[in-house]
């Protein structure tokens, strides 16, 4: 699948994010939305389904979420009726913790943790789960690196189409999606890589589309 993404993008600016998602999974082929059940998850999440109802949803599900964490994705997983696929490190926490522990930011060790707990099973899921279209819940305001980011992007002709719906919406306008939509949120959420809410996880900017 190509995308002229340049065009793409101005057809699509300003435009609410439902309609994108509708035109990303109207563009054809096979779409996914990946999803780590963070706060403000559940928009992305139902704006898919009510564009696609058996969407494939990809949780990486690193074994490091919190209890709140876990049990947030369970109500919404029912909730939402979501065809969930989750994907695990082939190691389990347990045997980690035993090995290296959680390496801060500045341990070299902290890179092989990232691509053992996230970047490997990632990079797995979309071996498997081979996409045309990956709808991701990113937006400008949560890193400096997303401000520079495009809603619909492709890395190269026949790569998957990335599409970020809620790139350009405030913390305030995806408070006002939930409430609109009576859905819950969840901010009890620990992200083992990131440490900082404004570090980037490793994700976007490595696979870039």
């Known amino acids: 699948m190509n995308v002229d993404t340049e065009n793409a993008n101005k057809e699509l600016a300003g435009k609410h994010p439902q309609e994108i998602v509708n035109w990303a999974t109207g563009l ?12 403000y ?30 049990l947030f994705a369970e109500k919404l997983i029912t909730d939402l009726n979501l065809n969930l696929t989750v994907f695990n490190p082939l190691s389990s926490a347990a045997r980690r913790d035993a090995l290296m522990g959680i390496p801060d930011v500045d341990d070299p060790q902290h890179e092989e943790f990232t691509n053992q707990v996230k970047l490997e099973p990632f990079g797995r899921a979309m071996r498997e789960m081979a996409p045309d279209v990956w709808l991701t819940a990113v937006r400008r305001d949560q890193t400096a690196f997303r401000q520079g980011m495009d809603i619909v992007s492709q890395d190269k002709p026949g790569a998957v189409v990335k599409v970020a719906p809620v790139l350009e919406w405030t913390e305030a306008q995806m408070d006002q999606y939930l409430a609109e939509h009576s859905l819950p ?3 009890n959420y620990y992200d083992p890589t990131k440490v900082l809410g404004n ?8 696979f870039t589309a």
């Open 185 to 187: 949120n969840e901010t």
């Open 28 to 39: 054809g082929g096979k779409p996914i939305v990946t999803t780590n059940f963070g706060p």
């Open 41 to 70: 998850e559940a928009v992305i999440l139902h704006l898919a389904v009510q564009a696609k109802p058996d969407i494939d949803v990809v949780w990486i599900d690193s074994g490091y979420a919190t209890r709140k964490t876990y």
């Open 199 to 206: 570090r980037e996880c490793g994700l976007h900017n490595r």
